[in-house]
């Protein structure tokens, strides 16, 4: 593997899980094996658990972590081609990408979508302009349409929790105020198909994900129904795809309260963070047994960790 876009860069999906397992339970075999080199996380967007997960994951490695937020502590980066940078753009990714290059090892990239154009938000043009000019391997923490550390987080703490080999999963759709991307559903479900969950979705009618990530999936638009005998319910707003970017407040009974977990198997409850309470979940919800969303947190150390010695060491 020589970058980690999505979680197609990644072979044996099985023997992946496992080793971030290892790693987890066997934290001091993988300590300071990469002393003298430097990680650039390079944060164009808000983070608390990328943030920190990647630094404690760094450190972990004997990385030295060096941050970078774009517009706030550096010059502001132009991606376009070609262009005459006559506007507010100072440099261009063409020089960025090769000079960090210069300074670190390896790096990370967080790239919220603009959810104004599906069009060039599929393009990921931030994270892909990292990769195409970069000379060393990078990763994503979150692009325009990926969001693959948290997926293969969560594909990690289902299994740790999951009492079957193939258990029911349900993706639900959860009310938010604010247009949210479609990064940690689209690698969700990616994560779910690779594993051979059985997987469906809940969502309201206009709220379907991209068509190519849904594809063969059932999609559920009466909620309480697809709540039935499920094992894992996992939360997400995700804006209109098909209205791109749109919100509705039309649908804040698709809340996730205990009346609805009731129809489940027991289920344990999911949820990437940060996540508003009694909006998308009620508190009884989060806070209950059931609810795994610090161990989810917890996990990302280890993935991240994992992610980066593979990259390095193969770079
Ligand atoms: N889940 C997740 O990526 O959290 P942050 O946005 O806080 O990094």
């Known amino acids: 593997m020589k970058n980690f876009y999505n979680l197609n860069d990644i072979k044996d999906i099985n023997q992946s899980i496992d080793e971030i397992l290892d790693i987890k339970n066997n934290i001091g075999k993988y300590q300071k094996i990469f ?18 997960s990647t630094y404690k994951a760094s450190k972990n490695l004997g990385l030295e972590p060096f941050f970078i937020n774009i517009s706030n502590n550096t010059w502001s980066l132009e991606f376009e081609d070609g262009k005459i940078m006559d506007s507010s753009n100072v440099e261009h990714i063409k020089d960025a990408a090769r000079v960090i290059s210069n300074y670190c090892d390896i790096i990370g990239v967080r790239s ?35 969001h693959p550390l948290q997926a293969l987080t969560d594909l990690v703490t289902i299994k740790e929790n999951s009492k079957v080999k193939k ?49 063969g999936l059932k999609i559920n638009n009466d909620q309480l129904d697809a709540f039935k005998g499920v094992d894992f319910v996992y939360a997400k707003n995700w804006s209109s795809f098909e209205n791109y970017g749109k919100v509705s407040s039309n649908y804040n009974d698709w809340i996730v309260d205990e009346k609805k977990m009731a129809k489940t198997n027991n289920a344990k409850f999911m949820h990437c963070l940060p996540i508003r309470r009694n909006l998308v979940a009620t508190d009884n919800v989060i806070d209950s047994e059931q609810s795994l969303i610090i161990d989810q947190s917890e996990n990302r150390t280890y993935t991240a960790q994992y992610i980066i010695k593979k990259l390095l060491k193969n770079g």
């Open 35 to 52: 002393d003298d080199k430097i990680i650039g996380l390079i944060f164009f967007n808000p983070s608390l658990r990328t943030r920190m």
């Open 112 to 146: 919220f979508p603009l959810l104004k154009s599906k069009e060039n938000d599929a393009e990921d043009q931030i994270i892909k302009s990292f990769i195409k000019y970069s000379n060393i391997p990078v990763f994503n923490m979150e692009s325009s349409i990926a």
């Open 167 to 215: 258990p029911k999963v349900l993706l639900t759709w959860a009310p938010h105020i604010k247009p949210l991307p479609h990064a940690v559903p689209n690698s969700f479900v990616r994560a779910m198909k690779k594993m051979n969950f059985d997987i469906s979705i809940a969502n309201p009618k206009g709220f379907d994900l991209d068509p190519t990530i849904s594809k």
